[in-house]
């Protein structure tokens, strides 16, 4: 875990998806590693969490988006504090000091929005990139787990992923066997 994220309250609502365990005990079986595994592996491209996943690649995702816009801050800021350090309202004696504020507050509400304007949105394939790479640790542990287990990627050696028992060409479902994930 970074500095950043032992600071921040991410607010990461893992409910919409179950983390993979892969250990004894845990929640991933000879039935379903291969589907988990898909699952993992489609973040990336699909840009959202599937049935399966780990709040740390969000927070990773998250973290990406900081850095870009700590970059963007740095980069955009010395426009606006010039146009702001710059700026006169007009002569002190035509104004009153509260409609003087009231003129300064409005100046740099629409400077505030000129920055926000100058960095725009954060790029989001570089921050999904961060979350697939977290993402492809855990398929290694799952794969690592299921040799352990002695398990293979046809479904062979017992039941085999959605095609119910027998492994390859097993009886129901879609023929009991995925191609390798």
Same mark, same amino acid.
């Given at each position: 875990m970074t500095a950043a994220s032992t600071h921040i309250h991410w607010g990461i609502n893992s409910s919409?998806? *179950?983390? $993979?365990? $892969?250990?004894d005990g845990g929640n991933i079986t000879q039935a379903n590693w291969q589907d988990v595994i898909r699952d993992l592996a489609g973040y990336e491209?699909? *840009?959202? +969490?599937?049935?399966?996943?780990? #709040?740390?690649? +969000?927070?990773?995702h998250e973290l990406d988006h900081v850095h870009?816009? *700590?970059?963007?801050?740095?980069?955009?800021? $010395?426009?606006?504090?010039? =146009?702001? &350090? &710059?700026?006169?309202?007009? =002569? &002190?004696? +035509?104004r +009153?000091?509260?409609?003087?504020? &009231? =003129?300064m507050n409005t100046y740099l509400t629409s400077q505030k929005r000129a920055w926000f304007n100058a960095y725009g949105v954060? #790029?989001?394939p570089p921050a999904y990139a961060a979350g697939q790479a977290v993402l492809n640790g855990v398929i290694t %542990?799952? %794969?690592t787990?299921?040799?352990s287990k002695g398990w293979t990627a046809s479904g062979t050696g017992g039941t085999g992923g959605t095609g119910g028992t027998g492994g390859t060409g097993g009886t129901g479902g879609t023929g009991g066997h995925h191609p390798p994930p």
């Open positions: 919409g998806y *179950q983390v $993979p365990n $892969p250990v491209a699909r *840009q959202a +969490s599937g049935a399966w996943h780990d #709040p740390h690649a +969000s927070e990773v870009w816009f *700590q970059g963007e801050i740095v980069r955009t800021w $010395p426009t606006i504090e010039t =146009a702001i &350090t &710059t700026h006169v309202l007009g =002569a &002190t004696a +035509s +009153s000091r509260a409609d003087a504020e &009231t =003129a954060a #790029p989001e %542990r799952i %794969r787990y299921a040799t």
